[in-house]
């Protein structure tokens, strides 16, 4: 009988060197769909074998030359021996490629699967679907119960997703340096989108989805060790580690939401946390500042206060004012006003979250509901605090988050009940 660690080892192996073989593979075949489905075989082949004959010395090699044999039974079957030489020919790289069985190039593809899989023609969730399969490795099962959807509609998301790259065009290539900045841009972006949706759920039961913002985390190391010098890669790392210090801190015992305000902070994770503080220095070193190191700066402030009332909000306040003017987006606003609040008290704060109201900007959010609730609530109008929690309620489709707000509607609703005479 397998034993469960051992078991557990041979999937994290499996999930770590899976995207270099696609690499490896996409180069080889010059279809991603192909070299996917091919891989996926492989993989489950020593998710069976490896666990009975132990795993071998060269991994990447073993699962290469079984994906690999895959590929060239699916050119003979074809009847497509002619394309797939002509593809080996036409690749410039071709004198680079591997051998069938003895594969043990040190080059990595991982960050071009990464662009490739963050590719514009792609919608952010199919985006983040294709990057969680083909880069963190996690089957169409694992990542459809993240997504809370039917495993056959997150296997038709991701299908869907591969043949969008193939009509785009896309080729298996590093961007030239001029499309490089955007292309990673995009990339920072899904990874964020990932993490965000793992750490804030915006939908379901569950509050955080911590398997899926650990996920995000990976491959987010995994872009920092290919690109360790620039600064926004460093600094979405930094900011993840730093947010994600918080997970344990942020649901009570049965999954309830608690506030950052009344947080027990001794359960952040001090390890993560000086960590995503070590990175800082550096990233910010490098020259331009970038939305992610600031988001980071900020995440470390807040790491450093033992409380809610003594947080540097003022600096707080001025990284929000660099990163709005950077930025230009509604939730950095919001969090902006959050700050300006905390500093000059809820009537400044309510002044500018009305900017907020208009047409494409957060007019109908149920997070600006929130905010304004907590704002009424710190100004003493309970009664129009009490409207909006209950507003916000009814719109958000996370149950935490919606209990949470409908709590705080009664108890100031009892408070009030109990001044009335």
């Given at each position: 009988m397998?034993?469960?660690?051992l078991t557990?080892v041979?999937?994290?192996?499996l999930r770590e ?17 192909e070299a ?15 666990p009975?004959t ?5 991994t ?15 050119t ?16 410039r790289n ?9 594969w ?7 960050l ?15 985006a983040?679907?294709?990057t ?6 996690l ?10 959807v039917p ?7 991701i299908?869907r ?6 009509g785009?065009?896309s080729?298996?290539h590093?961007?030239?340096?001029a ?6 841009r ?14 804030s ?5 569950a509050l ?9 985390i ?7 060790d290919?690109?360790?010098?620039d600064?926004?890669?460093?600094g979405l790392?930094?900011?993840m580690?730093?947010?994600h210090?918080?997970?344990l ?5 049965i999954?309830?939401l608690?506030?950052l ?8 994770d ?5 960590e ?5 220095p ?8 970038g ?9 470390a402030?807040h790491s450093?206060?033992?409380?809610t009332a003594?947080?540097?909000w003022p600096?707080i306040?001025?990284?929000y004012v660099l990163?709005?003017?950077m930025?230009?987006?509604?939730m ?5 006003a959050?700050a ?8 400044y704060?309510?002044?500018l979250?009305?900017r907020l109201d ?33 507003w916000?309620?009814e ?8 209990n949470?707000?409908i709590?705080?509607?009664a108890?100031l ?6 001044v009335?005479?």
């Amino acid at each position: 009988m397998n034993s469960p660690s051992l078991t557990y080892v041979i999937e994290r192996l499996l999930r770590e060197i899976a995207p270099q073989t696609l690499g490896a593979l996409v180069r080889r075949a010059g279809d991603f769909d192909e070299a996917e489905d091919a891989l996926q075989v492989a993989l489950i082949c020593a998710a069976a074998q490896w666990p009975i004959t132990g795993v071998p010395v060269n991994t990447r090699g073993w699962l290469f030359r079984v994906a690999n044999r895959r590929l060239q039974d699916n050119t003979r079957s074809d009847n497509a021996r002619q394309r797939r030489e002509q593809l080996v020919a036409r690749d410039r790289n071709g004198a680079d490629m591997p051998a069938d069985d003895n594969w043990e190039s040190e080059h990595d593809d991982t960050l071009i699967l990464l662009f490739m899989c963050c590719h514009a023609s792609l919608s952010p969730a199919s985006a983040i679907a294709l990057t969680l399969r083909a880069v963190g490795g996690l089957a169409t099962a694992e990542i459809a119960r993240a997504f809370l959807v039917p495993e056959a509609t997150m296997a038709q998301r991701i299908s869907r997703a591969k043949h969008s790259i193939k009509g785009a065009g896309s080729t298996f290539h590093m961007p030239a340096d001029a499309e490089r900045a955007d292309a990673l841009r995009s990339v920072l972006h899904v990874l964020y989108l990932m993490f965000s949706e793992g750490y804030s759920s915006s939908h379901g039961s569950a509050l955080q989805r911590t398997d899926l913002a650990a996920e995000a985390i990976r491959i987010t190391r995994m872009a920092h060790d290919l690109l360790p010098n620039d600064p926004e890669v460093v600094g979405l790392l930094a900011l993840m580690l730093l947010t994600h210090a918080r997970r344990l801190a942020r649901t009570g015992p049965i999954g309830e939401l608690i506030p950052l305000d009344e947080q027990d902070r001794l359960l952040w994770d001090r390890a993560m946390i000086e960590e995503g503080r070590a990175l800082l220095p550096a990233a910010l070193a490098k020259g331009a500042v970038g939305p992610y190191q600031l988001q980071a700066a900020i995440a470390a402030l807040h790491s450093e206060a033992d409380s809610t009332a003594r947080t540097d909000w003022p600096q707080i306040l001025a990284l929000y004012v660099l990163l709005l003017r950077m930025s230009g987006s509604p939730m950095v606003a919001l969090n902006h006003a959050i700050a300006a609040t905390m500093v000059h008290g809820p009537q400044y704060g309510l002044q500018l979250l009305e900017r907020l109201d208009a047409p494409n900007s957060l007019q109908g959010h149920y997070r600006l509901d929130a905010v304004r609730a907590h704002f009424y609530q710190m100004a003493g109008d309970n009664v129009s605090a009490i409207r909006h929690f209950q507003w916000a309620a009814e719109k958000t489709l996370s149950i935490p988050e919606r209990n949470y707000l409908i709590l705080k509607a009664a108890q100031l609703g009892e408070r009030n009940s109990r001044v009335l005479p």
